[in-house]
């Protein structure tokens, strides 16, 4: 597995562990209330497993095993896949932050558009590999 | 394909079926007369679908494929593994149970099964990473 997968697919490990407990936090409050301001957590909530997890995960996946190139950088244009890496990461931090507190919502859109520009990154890095393998 | 991920992906087929047929539910109750606690189904249906098949089929793709731990143990910890299923699928059927009759407060009483099923989904999840994260690397 190659380093880029290594740190993505760790990243978005530690989402599904904190967007898991995110969730069961909230969960336990709808049972038995504790403090109603848990529900506060559910954009954070939403953002990790889905963003921080989920794509990150399909992100982190395909860069590993999707067909390598048949040239001395085999896997391509890596510092796109860097760029979309650091961007999304940073994306889903914005938007949580903005998402939290209360003076920083702007964020949420600076975060947003990080994410955007992440997946356009990742994209220019991942089409040329979209191929018949040995192709 | 181990064991357990084909327990984890045949768990995520079922998941999938149910969720499909609870969002099928939840949508009729705007055209013929159903119960009231099928108004309630709405995060049982996302989390079916998010949870029960998504989640579960990546974890038992993740368990065959990732790179081996060792040659002793090239899938982890076996055990960790089968709590994670344990614990992830009785915390779902424990929210799918008692969530909707929480939601209509009908039986507020059921809350502490809500409150158990968030703390066994959580420690799946966290089992997971824990028995993956070593996994995630070169060879």
Do not use: C
């Amino acid at each position: 597995m190659p380093r880029l997968s290594i740190w993505t697919i760790r990243a978005a490990l530690l989402y599904f562990g904190f967007g898991f407990t995110f969730g069961g936090l909230m969960l336990y409050n709808k049972g038995v209330p504790v403090d109603p301001s848990a529900w506060r957590l559910l954009p954070v909530h939403i953002e990790f497993v889905l963003i921080g997890w989920t794509v990150q995960l399909a992100m982190g996946v395909a860069f590993w095993i999707l067909p390598r190139l048949r040239r001395e950088d085999r896997y391509g244009n890596v510092r796109a896949a860097w760029i979309a890496f650091a961007l999304l990461n940073g994306g889903v931090l914005a938007v949580t932050a903005g998402a939290w507190f209360d003076n920083l919502a702007p964020l949420v859109l600076v975060g947003r558009g990080a994410e955007m520009a992440g997946v356009v990154a990742f994209a220019i890095h991942i089409w040329p590999r979209v191929k018949a393998f040995g192709g | 394909m181990p064991r357990l991920a084909r327990w984890f992906i045949k768990a995520g087929l079922l998941y999938f079926v149910i969720a499909l047929a609870t969002g099928v539910l939840y949508q009729a109750r705007t055209e013929i007369d159903l119960p009231t606690w099928v108004s309630t189904l709405n995060p049982v249906y996302v989390h079916l679908l998010a949870v029960g098949w998504i989640t579960q089929l990546i974890i038992g793709v993740a368990y065959w494929m990732f790179p081996k731990f060792s040659k002793e143990q090239p899938r982890g910890s076996e055990t960790l593994g089968w709590a994670t299923f344990i614990l992830l699928n009785a915390g779902l059927i424990l929210r799918i149970i008692s969530e909707p009759r929480v939601t209509l407060r009908a039986e507020p009483d059921l809350g502490w099964l809500l409150a158990v099923s968030a703390v066994l989904q959580t420690a799946a999840g966290w089992l997971f990473v824990i028995n993956t994260w070593s996994r995630v690397k070169e060879r």
